[in-house]
C-alpha cells in the first residue's frame, strides 16, 4: 500500500508523518488489497482535520474527522474506515 501524507496551512512534523502512516497501516489487516492511501491534515485556528482517502479495487474509501487534537482525529478517521472496510469486505464476499 502506497502512502502519501498532505499537510495543509502547517508543516507537519515527522513524527505526526509516522504516526498517521502507522494507523493506517493497522487497517492492511482486515483487508489485503488496499492499493494507495491518501493522508490529508488541515489545520484551521483550533480545528484539525484529518481526512483519509483509501483506494480498493472498484472504489474509493473516503472518511473526515475534525477535532482539536491531530493525534485524536487520525485515531477517529481511522475508527471510521476500519468499518468501512470490513463492511466493503463483507459486500465483496457476498458475490
Known sequence: ???????RRFRASDKLQSYASNEVQRLKKYFDNIIDCDIILSYQKENKTC??????????LKAT???????????????????????????????
Do not use: P
Open 1 to 7: 500500500m502506497r502512502t502519501s501524507i498532505a499537510a
Open 51 to 60: 481526512e483519509i482517502l483509501l483506494k480498493v479495487y472498484g472504489t474509493v
Open 65 to 95: 474527522e475534525q477535532t482539536d487534537d491531530f493525534y485524536k482525529s487520525i485515531n477517529l478517521t481511522v475508527d471510521k474506515l476500519e468499518q468501512q472496510v470490513k463492511k466493503y469486505k463483507a459486500k465483496l464476499r457476498k458475490h
